[in-house]
């Protein structure tokens, strides 16, 4: 069953630990994207990655970091100088590099991340 | 870089009934514009998307219109039913060109009245 997968659903931490949310895809797809969802403020672009070993920072990368080691993989990394971490983080990917016809991006399921 | 505003915020409107959602993009340089419906506790899907060569898309009772010079696009349901209850987004990028990513507006929660 090809999609992308995010885990866990639901994650709570103390603040100031760090915390990392799992990002898989089976699709075959170059590109990954982590957003950030909060009410009223639609979805905020943290970091993008066009291609393995490569990753660019989106509108609100402070306190975030990532990693793309695997093409199927893209990790997230709220850490504790993140000053407001608590929301609903959804990771997303899109077509392979250089095809123009297929772009549609594919969401996850998304994890709630709560910090208390 | 890109800037995409979202109007209304909120939508009721009676079932069978029409609704507009209305976009503005600010780079010129953006081409691919998707509308994304996200039901409540669900992932974002896509539902209709528009590039910058076509001024009119549709897809049953959906369409999305774009004006490039104006910079601005807008999403078209008619003949609402009570499953089109959703928060849709419309989102704006710069494709094909080897940094495509995409720039949401914020949201517009449609409220189907039966």
């Known amino acids: 069953d090809g999609g992308i997968t995010q885990s866990p659903k639901y994650l709570f931490r103390k603040e100031g630990q760090n915390v990392t949310l799992s990002c898989e895809q089976n699709l075959n797809h170059d590109a990954m994207y982590w957003y950030r969802q909060d009410p009223g403020q639609g979805l905020r672009l943290i970091y993008y990655?066009?291609?393995?070993?490569?990753?660019q920072k989106g509108d609100i990368a402070e306190g975030y970091s990532v990693s793309r080691e695997k093409k199927e993989s893209f990790p997230l990394t709220v850490t504790s100088a993140q000053k407001n971490p608590t929301a609903f983080y959804l990771c997303a990917s899109s077509m392979p590099l250089g095809q123009a016809v297929n772009t549609e991006a594919f969401f996850g399921q998304g994890t709630r991340l709560t910090v208390v | 870089g890109e800037n995409v505003e979202q109007h209304p915020s909120t939508l009721s409107v009676q079932e069978g009934d029409s609704a507009v959602i209305k976009c503005t993009y600010s780079d010129s340089a953006s081409n691919y514009f998707p509308w994304y419906k996200q039901e409540l506790g669900k992932r974002p899907q896509l539902i209709i998307d528009?590039?910058?060569n076509v001024g009119e898309k549709k897809d049953q009772r959906i369409a999305v219109t774009l004006n490039k010079t104006a910079k601005h696009f807008s999403l078209h349901i008619t003949e609402t039913q009570p499953e089109d209850s959703a928060v849709y987004f419309c989102a704006a990028s710069e494709w094909g060109f080897g940094n495509e990513k995409l720039t949401f507006g914020t949201g517009t929660r449609l409220t189907i009245i039966p």
């Open positions: 990655s066009q291609i393995v070993n490569d990753f």
């Open positions: 528009i590039r910058s």
